[in-house]
């Protein structure tokens, strides 16, 4: 993911997010995975997400609910939720524990990533939207996530819609120390559920 160079209202509201479905080719979503995070292993980052086979990716999707975001019956991006029971009980996916997600009332998200050539254009925005709506509709009260320190400009990202730092973790399975970062969420009462049955989110 990369910093947004503009938001574009028009494409975003294109976007139709739903669950994966099984007829969806993993080796598809994993390859998406690798171009999305390539810029990461370019600048030295050796993110998971940059070279995982698809056996880790099918592993990953198994622990929480994968969603998808097609523009034009493509899929381009692509989110995983975990709800907060999940969330205390496996965290984002490492093996290292982070007491912010043992909580018990944190959902969390991961294994996020948007086509390159779609980046920067809401899409991922879209995404977000998703899987915060739907970790307020299962009764969490924050959100969370890991992200690379090093990755300044997702770092920055995530603080614009809303995140905050609350710790620091070195994984056993990377190079890098990540930023846990999390956002308080409203009531779903307020937020609702969407991001289900495929219908389009309106971006913020």
Sequence with gaps: MTTPAHFDKHLAAKVKV?????EDSLAHL??????????????????????????????????????????????????LFKDA???ALDGVGGSTSIPWF???????????AVEPEHQGHGIGGVLMQTVERRAAATGAAEIGLSTPEPAAWLVEMYLRHGYRVVEHVRW???NYVSAIMSKALRSPA??????LNGQSIPAK
């Excluded at 307020?190 to 991001?195: C, F, L, R, T």
């Design 18 to 22: 739903r669950p994966l479905e099984p």
């Design 30 to 79: 994993t390859y998406l995975l690798h171009r999305a995070y390539k810029q990461h292993a370019d600048r030295g980052i050796k993110s998971l997400a940059a070279f995982q086979p698809e056996e880790v990716t099918r592993k990953r999707i198994a622990g929480g609910e994968c969603f998808v975001a097609l523009y034009m019956g493509k899929i381009v991006g692509t989110i």
């Design 85 to 87: 029971a999940r969330t």
């Design 102 to 112: 043992q909580r018990g009332d944190v959902a969390s998200f991961s294994q996020f």
């Design 172 to 174: 056993k399975e990377t």
């Design 190 to 195: 307020i937020v609702g559920a969407p991001g």
